[in-house]
Nanobody
Framework: QVQLVESGGDLVQAGGSLRLSCAAS????????MGWYRQAPGKLRELVAL???????VYADSVKGRFTISRDNAKNSVYLQMNSLEPEDAAVYYC?????????WGQGTQVTVSS
């Protein structure tokens, strides 16, 4: 059973930075892609960033140049470094892992950005 636990969400002023973490357990973490998603009130959940097992990355246009996704396979963890935060980045951030059997989501961590 895969379990994902996010942490690092907080209230930050616009222009500030946060680092989100997601710890995974119960699976062969290193061989699967990991993603960060976010959902703001009244909006659909959207992809923020994705990292493959080989370290290739994909970003939403809205966060390119500001956010960086990374992973530490030795720690079964994926991270999202968020810089130059904007009020539009405020949302609940979720990490997702996809393995042979399906998708797994964490419980989410709240990011609030004050203008």
């Amino acid at each position: 059973q895969v379990q994902l636990v996010e942490s690092g969400g907080d209230l930050v002023q616009a222009g500030g930075s946060l680092r989100l973490s997601c710890a995974a357990s119960g699976s062969s973490f290193s061989i699967y892609p990991m993603g960060w998603y976010r959902q703001a009130p009244g909006k659909l959940r959207e992809l923020v960033a994705l990292i493959t097992s080989g370290g290739n990355t994909v970003y939403a246009d809205s966060v390119k140049g500001r956010f960086t996704i990374s992973r530490d396979n030795a720690k079964n963890s994926v991270y999202l470094q968020m810089n130059s935060l904007e009020p539009e980045d405020a949302a609940v951030y979720y990490c997702k892992m996809t393995d042979t059997f399906g998708d797994y989501w964490g419980q989410g961590t709240q990011v609030t950005v004050s203008s």
